[in-house]
């Protein structure tokens, strides 16, 4: 089993990671203020160089199946930096779901670990859809 050291430079970069998340999540809730999602979208991208190195950054997101989500994610960012961030950020979310859908199956099974958030994602009807997600036959 290979681990994950978490040298000073990985905790910062997830660090800048959160930050990126929190401040995008905040520009929304005041009504898509363009200060706060280029801030956040800045400090996410920053993040993820830093977590997983710059080298392996540009190789994720230069891969030929990624180019759909790559581009969406930044032209959304160029649109939030000019100013029309609802435009903006409805393209972010578009290449962010495109670029990060093979994590999915795996953020669930984490996210079924977790004490409460688990208990909830347990629930039939919800236990249904996420079978359904990952392809398992489920019966009618």
């Known amino acids: 089993m290979a681990s994950f050291e978490m040298d000073d430079r990985k905790k910062i970069g ?14 929304v809730v005041f009504l898509f203020d363009k200060g706060l999602l280029a801030m956040g979208n800045i400090l996410f991208l920053s993040g993820v160089a830093l977590t997983i190195g710059p080298k392996s950054t540009l190789g994720f997101f230069m891969k030929p199946q990624n180019f759909k989500g790559t581009i969406s994610f930044g032209a959304g ?61 489920v019966p009618v």
Request: glycine share 14%; proline share 5%; charged share 10%.
């Open 14 to 27: 997830l660090g800048l990671t959160g930050f990126g998340i929190f401040f995008t999540i905040l520009g």
């Open 77 to 137: 960012f160029f649109f939030v930096i000019i100013g029309w961030p609802i435009i903006g950020m409805i393209l972010e979310s578009y290449g962010f779901v495109v670029l990060f859908s093979g994590f999915w199956p795996t953020l669930s099974v984490f996210a079924q670990r977790i004490p409460v958030l688990g208990w909830v994602l347990q629930h039939p009807l919800l236990r249904s859809l996420i079978d359904r997600y990952r392809g398992k036959r």
